[in-house]
């Protein structure tokens, strides 16, 4: 990253960083010692190691890290949220808290059983908050809101944010009913999709699919740093740590087992949806206005979960558009398991709608080369 780079680093984002460092300070004043040693977390570092908790997150129930809800009172869980909304536009901190309530749902779906080495496996209670390093010293800091199938992450360096990824939204059901309607957090991001592979000719349509089948889940899965090669992490890759309960690892690692080989992908497929440095599929130069509108109608779909003056939305548009690819993998259809990828300079889209029979949907945007700020940290 060069000097210019670094300066310009969350140009126009003052405001927001202000009322995030608001909240954030609002928050932690109104916690005790011990919960305050839950909550705050090791300053933003340009070392590995002693960044490395910032860096890690998750979407499965596990342990995210942080000061959970269930850990606070209710006029402290206000002031949580009132910091999580600083860092989401009203859509998304709608979608965030909607997939957050979705945890009574599947509850229900699952027959109250599920317990994933915790006294309730599917708990709206168990979403973390952590705030790393002091917002009020002048010095960088960031923090981190994630539960099940919610990963909001920002680092903040001389008053400005200047990273908002990895982020990430999940739904499972990602179609429930309701009194005469369906709900369905994630329908933006997996119907304008469709509605683009549907524009698109024959010819671009072959080109831009990869596989016949869908892999299990998305590809770059919670890694911290995304590299060419990497291939989806089996299901019981995903927790911060083995169950304490052999048979409740055990029951966890035969699930996994049966999502792979549901999936059925071999080995060449797993290299053929592989990262790869260069982008796969079909670059947006080669489609027509109206594939133009519907790709940049889709990239909304995840930049519009952050507040306006955070979004990167500008960055893809006009000729600069012309570098994302859009690749996928499996059907079109409805109801039938499908992968895609949106990939362009520093972008990397994934969203995998393939377990509990085509409805658990995730949906992960990434900056691969700025994920975590780490290079404005150097």
């Known amino acids: 990253m060069t000097a210019t780079d670094a300066a310009q680093a969350g140009t126009g984002t003052e405001k927001t960083a202000a009322a995030m460092a608001e909240a954030a300070s609002a928050w932690l004043e109104r916690l005790d010692a011990e919960q305050r040693a839950v909550a705050a977390g090791a300053a933003p570092s340009a070392d590995a190691a002693a960044d490395a908790e910032r860096r890690r997150w998750f979407y ?3 342990d995210h890290g942080g000061l959970t809800m269930h850990a606070q009172a209710p006029a402290q869980q206000r002031r949580a949220m009132a910091l999580v909304a600083t860092g989401l536009s009203m859509a998304g901190y709608n979608g965030a808290s909607t997939v957050m309530g979705l945890e009574n749902v599947l509850d229900r779906t699952e027959a109250f059983t599920v317990l994933f080495d915790r006294e309730r496996g599917r708990d709206p209670g168990l979403y973390y908050l952590r705030v790393f390093g002091d917002p009020g010293s002048g010095a960088p800091w960031g923090w981190r809101f994630g539960g ?6 920002h680092l903040l360096v001389g008053g400005r944010v200047v990273a908002s990824t990895p982020s990430f939204l999940g739904a499972d059901p ?8 369906v ?3 994630l329908a933006g991001p ?5 509605e683009l592979t549907r524009s698109l000719p024959d010819d671009l349509a072959a080109a831009a699919r990869l596989l016949p089948r869908a892999p299990s889940d998305i590809v770059g899965g919670n890694r911290s740093r995304l590299a060419a090669g990497d291939r989806v992490i089996p299901l019981a890759g995903l927790w911060r740590a083995p169950f304490s ?3 409740q690892q055990a029951a966890l690692e035969k699930g996994s087992q049966a999502l792979e080989d549901a999936a059925g992908l071999t080995d060449a497929d797993h290299a053929t949806i592989a990262l790869t440095e260069a982008p796969l599929g ?6 027509d206005a109206t594939g133009r509108e519907l790709l940049t109608a889709l990239l909304d779909t995840y930049f519009g979960r952050l507040p306006e003056e955070l979004s990167p939305a ?5 000729d600069a558009l012309d570098g994302v690819h859009l690749a996928w993998a499996g059907s079109t259809e409805p109801g039938q398991p499908h992968y895609y990828r949106l990939q362009g300079p520093r972008l990397l889209v994934e969203y995998d709608n393939f377990q509990k029979n085509v409805n658990h949907a995730h949906g992960a945007w990434r900056d691969p080369e700025h994920d975590f700020g780490v290079p404005f940290l150097a």
């Open 60 to 62: 499965t129930p596990t």
């Open 148 to 153: 099940h199938h919610v990963s909001v992450n």
């Open 174 to 181: 990602a179609a429930s009913p309701l009194p005469g309607g």
């Open 183 to 185: 709900l369905r957090p």
């Open 190 to 194: 997996e119907d304008v999709w469709r």
């Open 245 to 247: 309960d052999a048979g």
């Open 282 to 287: 079909v670059p947006a130069s080669a489609l």
């Open 314 to 318: 500008a960055r893809y548009t006009g």
